[in-house]
């Protein structure tokens, strides 16, 4: 298993950005696949994005499409999110995963072998 930790999250007010940060250590992510997910208190697990270190294609679910980018620094193995425009209901812990296999569709989240605990993201005034 790969470990992983986000990082990044915090209170900020509508309309504003984050910038969450995925660190990842015991390889590289020069072929992988990395995802983003959240998870809000009495809701289920949604996807967001997710994207392929091979060649950078990048896959985007409704909700981030416009407002949210991935993208990896393969050389600190990090992966980020930055989220721009932020609402209120994008309030969530905010999650990455890696597959060093890179199993497609990577915007399922049942290919992932690793997992990080989360980042919580709040949105309010």
Do not use: H
């Not at 949604?46 to 981030?64: F, L």
């Amino acid at each position: 298993q790969l470990q992983v930790v986000e990082s990044g999250g915090g209170l900020v007010q509508p309309g504003g950005s984050l910038r969450l940060s995925c660190v990842v250590s015991g390889g590289t992510l020069d072929v992988s696949a990395v995802g983003w997910f959240r998870r809000a208190p009495g809701k289920d697990r949604e996807a967001i994005a997710c994207i392929s270190t091979v060649d950078g294609s990048t896959y985007y679910t409704e909700v981030a499409k416009g407002r949210f980018t991935i993208s990896t620094d393969n050389a600190k193995n990090t992966a980020y999110l930055q989220m721009n425009t932020l609402d209120p209901e994008d309030a969530a812990v905010y999650s990455c995963a890696v597959d060093p296999r890179l199993r497609m569709p990577c915007l399922s989240p049942w290919g992932y072998d690793s997992w990080g605990q989360g980042t919580q993201v709040t949105v309010t005034s």
